[in-house]
């Protein structure tokens, strides 16, 4: 959503994307206001999955004011991946679509499988940057997952190998959703 935003070049966007280039969480109002504006689309009246929010306590209070939440997911990865996969990812500069150096290569040489788009490297997927990012994550969203443990909301998924295919995680996310429904 912030990125939708970002290339719309909205006000919003303008001021997200000074944060998010120096590998900074953008204000929580701002980000907040962002997705009350999404969650009033219809296509959210049966409910949503958040992904990457909220990344900080307060984050998390002011999302309690416009949504309750039934399930939280912890996609627990090792700094090492995290390195690993930030600084192979290649992004289209046309479409936004994502490619990884190691996991998952273009067929051609930088660029793009679906549009022909120009491939390259995020602001922010660059190694200074991505030890930033860790940092805040640590300072952060961490203290999150002591939040809806509280709760008895969370549910981790340990990512421990770099090759394992998203669609892997994506079955292991599936079926703890299927099991929080059949047990409501
Ligand atoms: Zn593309």
Redesign the pocket.
């Known amino acids: 959503m912030v990125r939708e935003e970002i290339k719309a070049q909205t006000k919003l966007g303008r001021i997200m994307k000074e944060y998010s280039d120096k590998g900074k969480l953008g204000p929580d109002e701002i980000m907040i206001k962002i997705l009350a504006k999404r969650l009033r689309k219809p296509d959210c009246k049966k409910g949503c999955i958040l992904d990457g929010f909220p990344r900080t306590i307060k984050q998390a209070e002011a999302l309690n004011r416009i949504l309750m939440i039934d399930l939280v997911i912890n996609l627990d990865v090792p700094d090492e991946i995290i390195i690993q996969r930030l600084s192979n990812r290649l992004t ?6 994502v490619y990884n150096k190691l996991t998952l290569k273009p067929k051609r040489d930088n660029l ?6 120009e ?1 390259y490297q995020r602001e922010d997927d660059k190694p200074k940057i991505i030890q930033e990012r860790l940092k805040v994550y640590r300072k952060k969203t961490e203290p999150l997952i002591e939040y809806y443990k509280k709760k008895g909301l969370l549910k981790d998924v340990r990512c421990d190998d770099l090759m394992i295919p998203p669609e892997v995680i994506v079955e292991k996310i599936k079926l703890i959703i299927n099991r929080f429904q059949k047990s409501k």
Not at 112 to 117: E, F, H, W
């Open positions: 289209c500069k046309r479409c936004g679509a793009c499988d679906k549009c022909g788009g491939l």
